[in-house]
């Protein structure tokens, strides 16, 4: 037992920290979660914060927990890794929290006087949409940084907030802070180590690789070549001078001259730091990877397994065909490819040469609570809960089962075959990436029945899976090969949709063993794969870029041969086959059409009204 080695992975998600503790194999030896504080503002439905001194106290509060579940010695944990929402974390340069707060002393009261100081609030969430002024005018500027965002910068991203930070909060205090994808402020917080991850800066930070090449289409097509990874005519063009002046320190350098940029799972400092480790109940030194967004971290864990029980170990190249959808909260839907092809597309994310391809739903998990929780016979159903025992989910499901019997119809799409909903109720992110996007259903009726409320609980799974049909009809058009999903997150256990996923993109569906734990089984690969580094390297951190970029040409693909040994068979689901299933496939297909002219008459009537109002 004491020769036994073992690895933590840690995830934050949206609403909770997360570890899990695993073996070299990836056997899951324990897991747990703590919830985190996120603060909403009582005048601003689009403000999202978090704090990162509640964040670590979760994580903190996880790891001793799994410690003390397992019995194992914290000396027989050789690497963690860390995964986490792509929310901007800002702290000042002793790393002290800065809030980003516009809250005042009373809940009523909102300025920007907080904004700056010491504050808890120190994080603004991916969800919080303050930023929208500031992306429109980085969209405006037709610069070749755009061409590695889809030509369209979300304000989910951190360059809009940093911009919209800039602008509000006091000069003097925006130059001292530092401004983390909260992935690499976690790494930062471990290790006291300022490298960041490639994933985190190209994903979500408007860095470019050096070596890739930027066309700008305001200039006619002109091409520029990324050389230190930072394009300083974009940052002064949107307003962000002061970050060009300072070599981009506060975003953490210029490789080789005042940074160090990490790709996925490569040692971070000199592992855990004394304070770090104490809190998080481990050894000092313990070896620590580079980070990654918790999306990547899901197709991390999910694209090396073998596609169902008795199925051929995949390759790297293999890895190309399938398409990683991490589904919580929101839906991410990761590709990579050797070429960049669609959204971003992020050269070096996770493997060094490889480009990352990133789709997604902004809202998946939320919309099936909104849609449920919103409803009048909501109430009727959670007293039904209690009584039975049974979940919200099964009722509703037991539910559509007799309407289906009741009404006759084919299947649960033939079902409410004249009920349409579109789903964007918080903006598009792909394959639009429109923010101004809104929900609109039609086929309403006089009926606020709880058969009403599974209704709509359908025709959500529905537009979900349609709108995910849509994503990756646009990645195959554009050259992608896409031929499966391999799912992660809390989602995954929603048999329904799963069905409905498989029936409308008509292939299969991939779902891991513990598919809630994937996203962390991930950030725990990350970890073994920063020991085994650090073992080959005797020990030694890696000090600077040139270290970095040897020890990437020297490992290759390593990280693969680990995701392959970490990662356990998946449950397949299939698309249905028989002649009822060839029947829904068809009303699909033009409940498909409906939804993608649902989104031509949305702008059609946006600008409708814009011209006159």
């Not at 990490?262 to 855990?272: D, I």
């Not at 999306?295 to 293999?318: F, R």
């Not at 799974?461 to 992608?480: S, Y």
């Not at 693969?560 to 496939?585: C, F, I, Y």
Request: hydrophobic share 35%; aromatic share 6%.
């Amino acid at each position: 037992m004491s020769q036994m080695e073992y690895f933590i992975g840690f995830d934050v998600g949206t609403g909770s920290g997360r570890a899990c503790l695993v073996d070299r194999n990836g056997k899951l030896i324990a897991e747990h979660s703590e919830a985190t504080l996120t603060h909403r503002s009582p005048t601003d439905h689009r403000i999202f914060e978090q704090s990162t001194s509640n964040i670590w106290s979760s994580l903190s509060k996880c790891c001793k927990t799994i410690l003390q579940a397992s019995g194992i010695d914290p000396a027989q944990v050789k690497g963690v890794g860390f995964d986490a929402t792509c929310s901007l974390a800002v702290v000042d340069r002793s790393g002290r929290p800065i809030s980003v707060s516009r809250t005042g002393a009373t809940e009523e009261h909102e300025d920007d006087s907080n904004l700056g100081k010491e504050g808890e609030w120190n994080v603004i969430l991916w969800a919080d949409h303050r930023a929208e002024e500031e992306a429109e005018k980085i969209n405006a500027t037709g610069e070749g940084v755009l061409g590695f965002v889809g030509k369209t910068m979300s304000l989910e991203m951190e360059i809009p907030k940093t911009l919209w930070l800039s602008k509000h909060m006091p000069q003097e205090k925006f130059k001292d802070c530092m401004f983390f994808d909260l992935p690499d402020w976690l790494t930062y917080n471990a290790t006291t180590s300022l490298a960041r991850s490639t994933c985190s800066l190209a994903c979500k930070c408007s860095y470019v690789p050096p070596g890739a090449k930027m066309v700008h289409e305001c200039d006619g097509g002109k091409e520029e070549i990324s050389k230190d990874g930072w394009s300083a005519r974009f940052f002064n063009k949107i307003g962000l001078e002061d970050l060009v002046k300072d070599d981009f320190d506060q975003l953490g350098g210029i490789p080789g001259k005042n940074g160090l940029i990490l790709t996925a799972g490569q040692p971070v400092g000199k592992g855990l730091s004394k304070a770090a480790a104490e809190s998080l109940g481990l050894v000092e030194g313990t070896a620590v990877g580079s980070g990654v967004i918790d999306a990547y971290a899901g197709w991390i864990g999910t694209v090396a397994a073998a596609a169902g029980e008795g199925q051929a170990k995949p390759t790297l190249e293999d890895a190309s065909a399938r398409l990683a959808a991490i589904a919580g909260t929101s839906t991410c839907h990761i590709a990579q490819s050797a070429d960049g092809i669609l959204w971003g597309p992020y050269r070096d994310a996770v493997f060094p040469g490889l480009w990352m391809n990133e789709g997604g739903q902004s809202s998946t998990g939320q919309l099936i609570d909104f849609m449920m929780q919103t409803h009048p016979a909501y109430p009727k159903l959670v007293e039904q809960s209690k009584k039975t025992g049974k979940s919200t989910f099964e009722l509703l499901g037991d539910r559509l089962e007799e309407m289906q019997k009741e009404k006759g119809a084919l299947t649960l799409t033939h079902l409410t075959k004249d009920l349409h909903f579109y789903p964007d109720l918080h903006g598009n992110r792909s394959p639009l990436a429109d923010p101004r996007m809104k929900g609109m259903i039609t086929g309403l009726t006089l009926d606020d029945s709880l058969s009403d409320l599974a209704a709509k609980f359908n025709v959500t799974l529905e537009a979900i899976a349609l709108q995910t049909r849509h994503i990756v009809d646009e990645m195959n058009a554009k050259g992608h090969k896409i031929d499966s999903i391999y799912m992660s997150g809390s989602q995954a256990k929603n048999g329904p949709l799963m069905r409905l996923l498989a029936t409308v993109l008509q292939m299969p569906i991939i779902i891991p063993p513990q598919p809630s734990a994937a996203v962390v089984l991930g950030a725990a690969m990350l970890g073994r794969y920063a020991y085994d580094l650090t073992a080959e390297r005797q020990g030694q951190a890696i000090t600077n870029q040139s270290e970095a970029e040897d020890a990437k040409e020297k490992d290759g693909n390593k990280l693969w041969d680990v995701m392959v040994a970490m990662t356990h068979p998946g449950k397949r689901v299939d698309p249905r086959s028989d002649e009822l299933g060839q029947k829904e496939v068809k009303l699909l297909d033009v409940k498909y059409k409906i939804f993608r002219e649902a989104v031509e008459v949305q702008r059609k009537w946006r600008k409708m009204v814009a011209e006159v109002a």
